[in-house]
């Protein structure tokens, strides 16, 4: 017998209850994926960088697709930042800073990110505000391209373009709500 007044039948309902609603919580987590890789996995030549006169720069320069779901409550916009910390020997290099992607968005379609739709363009590394592809130099070994998707309390044109990688995330403060995640692998 269960005591409090509780059957049986009501106790495993409030179980099964329970369960179901952690379950919906778990497929309710912010998430960023990509149709072109597994989060982990190897980017597609023709995602890696063309800038001219670079031999590192193997590829078309198309940016990949993403898609989010999930956004946290009470998010306004959304800022992407692309980099990969392996480079420049271990400083770092930022491929892309982009920001006021309003939150009626759920992704990126392929190139939308080197043709600059659909966000406001900070400045990146090599100086650009829209995507640049990766350029690892030859023998450098896989570097980890990492995209990361920041959910905001902040409207979609609160910030204005040519904001660097540290000068967003510096704006961020205080207005991030959260973030997600993929890596994406590439080397020569």
Known sequence: ?????????ALGAALLTGSLSFAAQAAGTFTLTSPAFQDGGMLAQKYAGATPGNASCTGDNVSPPLNWSNPPT?????????????????LGVSHL???GIPVSASGFAEGDLTLGKGFIGGKNSPGTAV??????????????????L????????????GLTREQLLEKLHGHAKGGAGIIGRFGQ
């Open 1 to 9: 017998m269960i005591g409090h007044g509780l059957s049986a039948l």
């Open 74 to 90: 009470g998010t306004q916009s959304f800022a992407l930042l692309l980099s990969d910390p392996e480079g420049r020997s271990g």
């Open 97 to 99: 800073v982009a920001y």
């Open 131 to 148: 995507y640049h592809g990766p350029c690892p130099p030859a023998g450098s070994g896989l570097h980890h391209y990492t995209f990361v």
């Open 150 to 161: 920041i959910a905001t309390d902040l409207p979609p044109h609160a910030l204005g373009p």
